[in-house]
């Protein structure tokens, strides 16, 4: 059975790098029909696209986010990270990893249960 | 700031049909599939609908999905109290080298 699990820290003080990784158990991170992704929700907002990539280091972004957002895989570890760089207070919400199909087009079919980062001095 | 636009709310009272729009572009909905999500607070959200209309395993047959040119909509039929929820829609944008855009949400309340 899937399951994705984020992990990173729960605080992150403003213009520093937020870093997350989501361990991936119960697929191949490493499979043609799969990409791997981001998305958040700030408190009392709606969801928002971060991006994602494929095994082979593809990747697609939020262009809102591009110029702050990496995205990596590493296969090795059946793991994926997101590193939002100068977080500012904004940036502050509920981050979830998740699984692209895309054999049902580009739908969201499972998800973590999402992970709460805070930007705080 | 989302491309695709829904209303705030919707309502309705145990077994009426409550329907959701979401309205976008031609560079999103009206050349890309659209899919809607659920999402409960404090959970992760859950794909309801794909591909326009199409239901993933396991999800009800009382949620049902079209799409007409730029605009598509989602139907919930015989309300029940747990459809209480945040509802998404959510497309590929073919604009600024492609990405993934949801909706602005859409809150249903079972009265």
């Known amino acids: 059975q899937l399951q994705l699990q984020e992990s990173g820290p729960g605080l992150v003080k403003p213009s520093e790098t937020l870093s997350l990784t989501c361990t991936v158990s119960g697929a191949s991170i490493s499979s043609s029909n799969y990409y791997w992704g981001w998305i958040r929700q700030p408190p009392g907002k709606g969801l928002e696209w971060i991006g994602d990539i494929f095994y082979t280091g593809t990747t697609y972004s939020n262009p809102s986010l591009r110029s702050r957002v990496t995205i990596s895989v590493d296969t090795s570890k059946n793991q994926f990270s997101l590193n939002l760089s100068s977080v500012t207070a904004a940036d502050t919400a509920i981050y979830y990893c998740a699984r692209r199909i895309t054999i049902f087009g580009v739908a969201l079919l499972n998800w973590g249960q999402g992970t709460l980062v805070t930007v705080s001095s | 700031q989302s491309v695709l636009t829904q209303p705030p709310s919707a309502s309705g009272t145990p077994g009426q049909r409550v329907t959701i729009s979401c309205s976008g572009s031609t560079s999103n909905i009206g050349n890309n599939y659209v899919y809607w999500y659920q999402h409960l607070p404090g959970t992760a959200p859950k794909l309801l609908i794909y591909?326009?209309?199409q239901r993933p395993s396991g999800v009800s047959d009382r949620f049902s999905g079209s799409k007409s040119g730029t605009s598509a909509s989602l139907a919930i039929s015989g309300l029940r109290s747990e459809d209480e929820a945040d509802y998404y829609c959510a497309a590929w944008d073919d604009s600024l080298s492609g990405y993934y855009v949801f909706g602005t949400g859409t809150k249903v309340t079972v009265l």
């Open positions: 591909r326009n209309h």
